[in-house]
């Protein structure tokens, strides 16, 4: 089974600085999603970026990026110049592929790191 | 908008009592999936649908629960007999499958046993 681990509960930073959300996972699969979900105070959770295991190279979206070490199994997030706008829960997720390719149903998600970021 | 949407969005109930939440997905997506979240904790997989189908049921959907999408379009997530132990917030989420893993969700169905 997999499992996801994120041992931060809550963090936080200054406007502008850069923050890194860490998270771990498990698994005995080779072909695998990672994802990073945000999800605000009473709003719906989106996607913040994705990466597909069999890439090497890390994923970015504008101020967001990962650190994808996949022998370590570590899965970090990176938040440059933070916003007021980026406080939120934020979950690590994994999803592996299906045989033949493509995706399967089933997102296992992280505990969640609470991310504050301060004026 | 045209994103994921669920009714309803808060739901008060006493123990016993049996609840029904819908979800509406995003309209071209054919995958929909039912997650519960509990206070502190990440979202956990309940059951997902391709089209009319339910391919996947989590070990935690007992026989209380009972999932439908019976024309590929909007589903519904009865839970009968509820206990304090289904209180949480019933998330639905729609992708266009399998595709990228993606996942569209909703705001979330509150549920409150008393």
């Known amino acids: 089974a997999q499992t996801v681990t994120q041992s931060q509960p809550e963090m936080s930073v200054q406007e502008a600085e850069t923050v890194t959300l860490s998270c771990t996972y498990d698994t005995s699969e080779s072909n695998y999603y990672l994802f990073w979900y945000k999800q605000p105070p009473s709003r719906q959770m989106i996607l913040v970026i994705r990466q597909e295991a069999y890439k090497q190279q890390n994923a970015t979206e504008n101020r967001f990026s990962v650190n994808f070490q996949k022998a370590a199994k570590s899965f970090s997030l990176k938040i440059s110049d933070s916003q007021l706008g980026d406080t939120a829960m934020y979950f690590c997720?994994?999803?592996?592929?299906?045989?033949?390719?493509?995706?399967?149903?089933?997102?296992?998600f992280g505990k969640g790191t609470k991310l504050s970021v301060k004026p | 908008d045209t994103g994921v949407s669920q009714d309803p969005r808060h739901k008060i109930t006493k123990r016993g009592q049996n609840v029904t939440f819908r979800c509406d997905p995003i309209s071209e997506h054919n995958r929909l999936y039912w997650y519960r979240q509990t206070l502190g904790q990440g979202p956990e997989f309940l059951t997902y649908f391709q089209n009319e189908a339910q391919l996947e049921k989590s070990r935690l959907l007992s026989d209380r629960f009972s999932a439908e999408r019976p024309k590929g379009s909007f589903s519904t997530l009865e839970i009968q007999r509820t206990e304090q132990g289904d209180s949480a917030m019933y998330l639905c989420?729609?992708?266009?499958?399998?595709?990228?893993?993606?996942?569209?969700f909703g705001e979330g169905s509150r549920l409150t046993v008393l």
């Open positions: 997720a994994f999803m592996k592929l299906q045989t033949y390719g493509g995706s399967q149903g089933n997102l296992i």
């Open positions: 989420a729609s992708s266009l499958g399998p595709g990228t893993g993606e996942l569209f």
